[in-house]
């Protein structure tokens, strides 16, 4: 996992915590612009820290990055409670996808990297019989993200893509 340094993040404001179990991921988009290299990811993940500052939150509202160049980045972490998935934020945690994946699709870096850290976190999964502890934040909130290409991904039960056989 790439950490904060290796983004260039600010420091947090401050850390919000919770003692819940977390019993599922949830999948974002930024709904912006689709970084085209792991340098143009950095700058966009610093913006929108810089956005969510601005907005008077603690840090970057995610707790996890999903990216092309960078894999598995940490925004939060997975100490830190997450912003993004109102009203369910302290039973949760936040991945996001940078791009409008709607207009983008989904790679299948960034599918391991979504499925590798829920087998990683392995949240709960008694509470979502067959592996469905995955989600989207148009399950918890009205809004059109993750976006098309996500969520037919999602919806397909996500599966994990094929090896690429080389
Ligand atoms: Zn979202």
Not at 99 to 121: C, F, P, R, W
Request: hydrophobic fraction near 35%; proline fraction near 5%.
């Amino acid at each position: 996992m790439q950490d904060r340094g290796d983004w260039g993040a600010d420091p947090a404001r401050y850390c919000p915590v919770s003692n819940n179990i977390k019993r599922r991921l949830i999948v974002h988009h930024s709904a912006g612009y689709r970084p085209r290299s792991s340098t143009e990811e950095k700058v966009t993940l610093r913006n929108i820290q810089d956005f969510h500052f601005g907005r008077g939150w603690s840090d970057i509202a995610y707790n996890f990055g999903a990216h092309r160049y960078l894999g598995l980045t940490q925004l939060r972490g997975f100490f830190c409670l997450n912003g993004a998935n109102t009203p369910a934020n302290d039973s949760t945690f936040s991945i996001v996808l940078l791009g409008h994946m709607s207009l983008n699709q989904i790679t299948d870096e960034e599918k391991n990297v979504i499925l590798d850290l829920a087998d990683y976190l392995n949240i709960a999964p008694e509470a979502c019989p067959g592996g469905c502890a995955i989600g989207a934040h148009q399950d918890i909130s009205a809004t059109a993200c993750p976006g098309d290409s996500t969520m037919e991904w999602l919806n397909a039960g996500h599966p994990r893509p094929k090896a690429c056989v080389c």
